[in-house]
Each structure stands twice: as C-alpha cells, then as structure tokens.
C-alpha cells in the first residue's frame, strides 16, 4: 500500500494520462485493503479440510519462506523444517496460500525486487539483493512478472 501512494503522489504523468493513472491507482489502494478482509474468509474455507496442526505448519512455512526468500531452504528441508512431508506441504501451501512453494518465494522477490529498483537501487544490485546470481535471468524474470524490464521500470519512476 505504501508503494501505491508514493506512485500517487509523485505521480510523473500530466493531464488526461495523470487522471487515468490516479484513477487506476486509486482503485489499486482500495483492492489492496479490501484484499485481507477477504482473504481471511478464502483461507478459512480452504482450510477446512486440513488437519489444524498441518495449517498451522503451513503458516509456519510461509513464515520461513518469507524471511528467507532470497536464499530459501529447499522442498524438502523446508518440509523437515516443519514437520510434514513434501507432499503434504505443496498440495497445503496450494491449497491454503493459493500458490505454489516456488511461486510465492518467486512473487516475493518479484515485489521485493520492484520495491528496490523504485528506491532507487541498480538493476545488478537489485538483483543481487533479491538472490539472483545472474542479472540476465533476473531481467527475464521481472518482465514476466510486471511486463517491463528492470531498466524500463527505472525509467518509468
């Protein structure tokens, strides 16, 4: 939400596009806080055929994952980590997060990587940062997730 309003407010476009732009942030911020109050009824529903003590263990993975998403355990540590199989653990975090293991460390970089570039740090540190040791594979990356190369998205801020 925070990086939301900094767009809004050093929004670079003029006009017609600000208006747009402003228009479409707006909505953005608004989907952004309503996410979690629906969410939370999402994950309940889900939840409901896993075992308590298995979500409990899926939360703490992702809790694992989310500190650790530069540099993530693998399928299977990450699953000795919290007391489940591998198995039991991907179709879990599918079934309560919405998204594979790898995806959500992906997405997290993504986002992190996003919020680095728009600090103004380089595309080769941000990648660096976010555990890519090679920029080109991180320029693929963040274009299949936002669309624009790093150096696009730099210019763009």
């Known amino acids: 939400m925070q990086q939301v309003l900094?767009?809004?407010?050093?929004?670079?476009?003029?006009?017609?596009?600000?208006?747009?732009?402003?228009?479409?942030?707006?909505a953005e911020l608004v989907a952004l806080r309503l996410e979690p109050m629906t969410?939370?009824?999402?994950?309940?529903?889900r939840s409901r055929q896993i075992k308590p003590a298995d979500v409990e263990r899926i939360y703490h993975a992702r809790s694992i994952l989310r500190q650790q998403f530069t540099n993530p355990?693998?399928?299977?540590?990450?699953?000795?980590?919290?007391?489940?199989?591998?198995?039991?653990?991907?179709?879990?975090?599918?079934?309560?997060?919405?998204?594979t293991v790898f995806g959500y460390v992906w997405e997290r970089r993504m986002q992190q990587a996003r919020w680095l570039l728009y600090t103004g740090e380089s595309v080769q540190m941000a990648a660096m940062l976010v555990g890519y040791a090679c920029p080109s594979r991180f320029t693929v990356a963040f274009k299949r997730r936002?669309?624009?190369?790093?150096?696009?998205?730099?210019?763009s801020c």
Not at 6 to 25: D, G, V
Not at 39 to 45: A, K, P, Y
Not at 91 to 96: N, S, V
Not at 146 to 152: D, H, I, K, N, Y
């Open 6 to 26: 900094q767009y809004i407010l050093n929004c670079p476009f003029a006009e017609a596009t600000r208006h747009l732009f402003l228009e479409e942030k707006s």
């Open 39 to 45: 969410s939370g009824e999402r994950e309940l529903e």
């Open 73 to 99: 355990p693998s399928l299977l540590e990450l699953a000795q980590q919290v007391g489940l199989n591998d198995y039991k653990l991907k179709l879990g975090f599918k079934q309560i997060l919405g998204t």
């Open 146 to 155: 936002f669309g624009v190369t790093p150096m696009q998205y730099l210019s």
